[in-house]
């Protein structure tokens, strides 16, 4: 089992619709939750990042971390066709390093 | 806030060439830089981990010798494909950490390597 699995998608929604993406993790010391956004031939850029149990907002942005079940979520409101990118989940602990979900391809429909 | 600098944006070189691609945090002390490989609709592959003035970590079939990673200073570290062939045209990704416990990682912009 990886220890960060994450659905690729593609996923295609009509615009301003809400967007739930999604990835679950399997190391129950993992402190530190993020998401980045990756345009097409572009590097990663760190969205959202939470610490532990709880939600962040940001904007139109949402980032839910539930340790309890492991699970991360990142939510768009109103999504824009801006928005189409790939959407990558990380997640580690107070030592080594990120581990990153395989990214879910998001596309918004005008 | 953080920002990395990764050059060149993209590259084309012979076969049997060797081509560096450098890796710089500009604003912050990079104790550990990390090394991905990206192919097209794929994700994130990581190729190795390194921290500055030692020898990098490299994933399990990553040809060390192949992918030659410098860590020199805190704010740079390169990676040389040599001896390049058609299959090691990716795109390749740095990043950036300056260190737990309240760490990101900061990504590089990426670079466009194809080996004609």
């Known amino acids: 089992q990886k220890e960060v699995e994450q659905d690729p998608g593609p996923l295609s929604v009509p615009e301003g619709a809400i967007v739930s993406l999604n990835c679950t993790y399997s190391?129950?010391?993992?402190?530190?939750f993020m998401w980045y956004r990756q345009y097409s031939r572009k590097g990663p850029e760190l969205l959202m990042y939470?610490?532990?149990?709880g939600n962040k907002e940001d904007g139109r942005f949402t980032a839910q971390v539930d340790k309890s079940s492991k699970y991360i979520s990142l939510f768009i409101r109103d999504s824009q066709p801006s928005d189409s990118a790939t959407y990558l989940c990380?997640?580690?602990?107070?030592?080594?390093?990120?581990?990153f979900g395989k990214g879910t391809k998001l596309s918004v429909k005008p | 806030g953080a920002v990395v600098s990764q050059h060149p944006s993209w590259v084309i070189c012979k076969s049997g060439t060797s081509v560096k691609i450098e890796c710089r945090s500009l604003?912050?002390?990079?104790?550990?830089m990390f090394w991905y490989r990206q192919f097209p609709k794929q994700s994130l592959m990581l190729m190795a981990t390194?921290?500055?003035?030692?020898?990098?970590?490299?994933e399990q079939g990553v040809e060390k010798d192949k992918f030659l990673i410098n860590h020199a200073s805190l704010t740079l570290s390169t990676l040389t494909v040599t001896s390049a062939h058609p299959e090691d045209s990716s795109f390749y990704i740095c990043?950036?950490?300056?260190?737990?416990?309240?760490?990101?990682?900061?990504f590089g912009s990426g670079t466009r390597l194809t080996v004609v």
């Open positions: 939470t610490y532990s149990s």
């Open positions: 390194s921290n500055e003035g030692s020898k990098a970590t490299y």
């Open positions: 990043s950036a950490s300056s260190g737990p416990p309240n760490y990101g990682y900061t």
């Open positions: 190391n129950s010391a993992f402190q530190y």
């Open positions: 604003d912050f002390q990079a104790t550990t």
């Open positions: 990380a997640s580690g602990g107070s030592q080594g390093n990120l581990i």
